[in-house]
């Protein structure tokens, strides 16, 4: 969805540069079911022209009825859609559901146009930005983000919404466990990468909108194949592809790393990586190995589980203690 939210942000800029006031609104949290996330985008100017998604319809109509009736009119308003006790939304979502909503009204001056180009710079990959937003005061600023964590927090009335490139799943290898890896990282939102030389590997697979890269994996991730948005994943069982793949994805800025194996093959394999590939004790802990997590996953789509499910848990920041 980081696409779309990335045309949000280029329609809002155009909008701003032509002279016109946005609107722009941020899913905030959803209580219950609801078709988008927290901070999902939505844009709209004073014609009623928008674009983006906040659920699916209803919600959109809703705010745009408002829109056009005079509200939010203040620099920053809070909405909660669904819950019945909002004057300013009173509408039931079909789904149950309960959004609330993030509406700011940006003018069109050059402060505002220069905010919505850094956001265009994260949403492309360039850096990752937390947006401190001071919901009292209407204030915001602009902070790098390090580190990983939920798309959106309170803390103390502000507001902290990350804003990066499309989480990206780079799977080095085919396996039957990457082939389940590659349908889950889609089905939640990552941009699905398979680096995969092998033809003889890849006759007779299908993976629709599964990007193909007919390199080594480690050759790609030294090409610059990984941002700090990107899990890395070796399933393959071949230390040619899987080893290499770790060598060069502890050099690189991925946030996840995580390579398949028994314990005792994973205990042979850091030695090698230790003693041949020359990897320090600091290089070898950012791999996960044994990967994913520990759910008694036996066949190659419950393995496949554990792992997306790993790598979402290190996305949220929630150590293993946790859980």
Same mark, same amino acid.
């Given at each position: 969805?980081?696409?779309?939210?990335?045309?949000?942000?280029?329609?809002?800029?155009?909008?701003?540069?032509?002279?016109?006031?946005?609107?722009?609104?941020?899913?905030?949290?959803?209580?219950?079911?609801?078709?988008?996330?927290?901070?999902?985008?939505?844009?709209?100017?004073?014609?009623?022209?928008?674009?983006?998604?906040?659920?699916?319809?209803?919600?959109?109509?809703?705010?745009?009825?408002?829109?056009?009736?005079?509200?939010?009119?203040?620099?920053?308003?809070?909405?909660?859609?669904?819950?019945?006790?909002?004057?300013?939304?009173?509408?039931?979502?079909?789904?149950?559901?309960?959004?609330?909503?993030?509406?700011?009204?940006?003018?069109?001056?050059?402060?505002?146009?220069?905010?919505?180009?850094?956001?265009?710079?994260?949403?492309?990959?360039?850096?990752?930005?937390?947006?401190?937003?001071?919901?009292?005061?209407?204030?915001?600023?602009?902070?790098?983000?390090?580190?990983?964590?939920?798309?959106?927090?309170?803390?103390?009335?502000?507001?902290?919404?990350?804003?990066?490139?499309?989480?990206?799943?780079?799977?080095?290898?085919?396996?039957?466990?990457?082939?389940?890896?590659?349908?889950?990282?889609?089905?939640?939102?990552?941009?699905?990468?398979?680096?995969?030389?092998? &033809?003889?590997? $890849? /006759?007779?697979? %299908?993976? =629709?909108?599964?990007?193909? #890269?007919?390199?080594?994996?480690?050759?790609? *991730? +030294?090409?610059?194949?990984?941002?700090?948005?990107?899990?890395?994943?070796?399933?393959?069982?071949?230390?040619?592809?899987?080893?290499?793949?770790?060598?060069?994805?502890?050099?690189?800025?991925?946030?996840?790393?995580?390579?398949?194996?028994?314990?005792?093959?994973?205990?042979?394999?850091?030695?090698?990586?230790?003693?041949?590939?020359?990897?320090? &004790?600091?290089? $070898? /802990?950012?791999? %996960?190995? =044994?990967?994913?997590?520990? #759910?008694?996953?036996?066949?190659?789509?419950? *393995? +496949?589980?554990?792992?997306?499910?790993?790598?979402?848990?290190?996305?949220?920041?929630?150590?293993?203690?946790?859980?």
């Amino acid at each position: 969805m980081q696409q779309l939210d990335l045309q949000v942000i280029e329609q809002a800029l155009r909008w701003s540069v032509a002279g016109e006031r946005v609107w722009l609104c941020t899913v905030l949290a959803t209580y219950g079911s609801a078709p988008r996330g927290p901070g999902a985008l939505l844009v709209a100017n004073a014609s009623g022209q928008w674009l983006g998604s906040l659920s699916g319809g209803c919600v959109e109509d809703d705010f745009l009825a408002q829109l056009q009736a005079g509200a939010f009119a203040e620099p920053i308003s809070l909405v909660r859609y669904g819950s019945g006790d909002e004057p300013r939304a009173n509408i039931r979502l079909p789904c149950g559901g309960v959004l609330e909503v993030l509406v700011e009204n940006l003018a069109a001056d050059c402060s505002v146009q220069e905010h919505l180009r850094q956001l265009q710079g994260a949403l492309q990959g360039q850096r990752r930005l937390i947006r401190a937003i001071d919901v009292l005061r209407g204030t915001r600023l602009l902070l790098d983000d390090h580190s990983q964590g939920p798309r959106v927090e309170r803390a103390d009335g502000t507001l902290r919404l990350r804003i990066g490139a499309a989480q990206r799943l780079l799977l080095a290898g085919y396996s039957s466990v990457s082939h389940f890896c590659a349908e889950f990282g889609k089905a939640l939102g990552f941009e699905v990468l398979l680096c995969e030389p092998r &033809e003889e590997v $890849l /006759a007779g697979v %299908q993976l =629709p909108d599964i990007e193909l #890269i007919r390199l080594l994996p480690s050759r790609f *991730i +030294a090409e610059g194949g990984c941002h700090r948005d990107t899990a890395v994943v070796a399933s393959t069982h071949d230390p040619r592809l899987d080893d290499l793949a770790m060598l060069e994805a502890v050099r690189s800025p991925a946030f996840y790393i995580g390579v398949m194996g028994s314990r005792i093959t994973t205990e042979k394999r850091l030695e090698r990586l230790r003693r041949v590939g020359g990897l320090s &004790e600091a290089e $070898l /802990a950012r791999i %996960q190995a =044994p990967i994913g997590l520990n #759910i008694g996953s036996k066949t190659p789509a419950e *393995i +496949a589980l554990s792992v997306l499910a790993d790598i979402v848990r290190v996305r949220n920041n929630i150590a293993r203690e946790q859980l």
